[in-house]
């Protein structure tokens, strides 16, 4: 393993990591630290594209010491589909999409939930615990049955079903609340302090981000280690884009791509918008948004407790932070159907939105690379598209 060390990148203090651990003393999430200059040295472009087509062709960068550790339920490299049909009706001629919807439970959470219970399971994890929006929940409880670990996952009342009755199935202990994230997040704070669960809430256990990460690797790879101009992200709790920008800059520390990082940007709904407005008000962290609602339920994060990581990938790319009205996410989900044949998620849906709107204003520019990440499957989200087609009796005409 590389892994050297893990860091706080609020006050830079730093823990061994080999054993369970949370936050950092000053209350931010950790990072892991790997040593760079021996991944280089014992890894190769070559190599690596001669290896299985699984995110765990990234071993070197990845915080699992033991193989016989790595849990795996068939989490394929996604493809990067070039939307050529609509890239050039929108002004984006060099649009692609980067489809996530193809991995176990339908998401891309399955690529931190890979990561961090086969991590949670080595450092011998019996029971841990997380709030929700649906898809997490999901795939932990997926990953959790297969490593024999016991999940504990709060989610809300109204988050879409096929998320709850995946963690029943799975056999999660699951509870409901009349509530959103946050709130579910307070009671799962509460039982892990008396019952002393680990805690795998969004960037409270330090391996979930190393698991999102590797869509930065793969999406790299897949461009040959030439980066695209932008790649545009879904945020709620964050650690996707925060894991792709971790990705960027370990590739550029080890040489293998080169100074220019792609503009991230970071896509809310206008129904929470935290992220998106502490960046256009030039602040570094986030203010907690009342009353959130959106269609796009994996973005309903009132506050991220990686807000400021978020932001520090936007600025120090020279990204920005868009919002979008969900009918707009919900037209665009139509766009991408009817002129490319995918279904995707809502959250996916409103990255071609945000780069339409970034294109409109120049923002985008028609000789960039633009690359959308679509999150998941539409198919988790079937309530989304409205359907009444007309009823025929046996025996009628069209
Ligand atoms: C969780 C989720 C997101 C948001 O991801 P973060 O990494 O938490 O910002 C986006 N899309 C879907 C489908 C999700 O489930
Ligand atoms: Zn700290």
């Known amino acids: 393993m590389y892994v050297t060390h893990l860091e706080c990148p609020k006050c830079e203090l730093t823990y061994e990591s080999e054993q369970p651990i949370q936050l950092c003393t000053c209350g931010a999430p950790l990072l892991v630290g790997y040593d760079l200059d021996r991944v280089r040295d014992s890894l190769s472009k070559e190599v690596l594209a001669s290896r299985k087509p699984t995110l765990w062709r990234y071993r070197e960068l990845l915080p699992i010491r033991k193989d016989e550790n790595i849990l795996s339920l068939g989490e394929s490299m996604t493809p990067v589909l070039p939307l050529g049909r609509l890239g050039p009706e929108v002004g984006m001629p060099h649009l692609w999409m980067k489809d996530e919807g193809l991995l176990p439970t339908g998401t891309f959470k399955a690529r931190g939930a890979a990561v961090g219970v086969s991590r949670a399971r080595e450092l011998g994890i019996k029971v841990l615990a997380m709030p929700t929006n649906g898809n997490a929940g999901a795939a932990w409880a997926a990953y959790c049955a297969a490593a024999g670990i016991r999940a504990v996952i709060v989610m809300p009342a109204d988050s879409p079903a096929i998320n709850r009755k995946e963690c029943i199935i799975a056999g999660a202990s699951l509870y409901l609340v009349n509530g959103r994230i946050s709130d579910a997040g307070k009671i799962i704070r509460?039982?892990?302090?008396?019952?002393?669960?680990y805690d795998a809430s969004t960037l409270k256990e330090p391996y979930r981000i190393e698991g999102k990460k590797t869509m930065g690797l793969e999406l790299l790879e897949q461009f040959n280690w030439q980066a695209p101009d932008v790649i545009v992200y879904p945020t709620g709790g964050g650690v996707g884009i925060i894991g792709i920008y971790k990705a960027l800059k370990e590739l550029r520390t080890m040489g293998w791509i080169g100074?220019?990082?792609?503009?991230?940007?970071?896509?809310?709904?206008?129904g929470c918008a935290p992220i998106v407005k502490a960046w256009q008000e030039n602040r570094k962290?986030?203010?907690f948004w009342e009353n959130a609602h959106t269609i796009a339920f994996g973005l309903t994060v009132p506050h991220a407790l990686g807000d400021f990581l978020v932001l520090e990938a936007v600025r120090e790319t020279n990204g920005c932070a868009v919002a979008v009205?969900?009918?707009d996410i919900l037209k665009a989900q139509q766009m991408l159907a009817q002129k490319e044949g995918t279904f995707v998620c809502p959250e996916g849906a409103a990255t071609l939105s945000a780069a339409m709107k970034l294109a409109k204003e120049g923002w985008i520019t028609p000789q960039e690379q633009i690359v959308l990440l679509n999150t998941g499957t539409g198919l988790k989200y079937a309530e989304t598209v409205h359907s009444d087609p007309p009823l025929l009796q046996p025996g009628d005409r069209l």
């Open 259 to 270: 100074e220019k990082l792609p503009r991230l940007v970071a896509v809310q709904s206008t």
């Open 285 to 287: 962290e986030s203010q």
């Open 190 to 197: 509460e039982a892990v302090d008396r019952f002393g669960w």
């Open 325 to 327: 009205a969900d009918e």
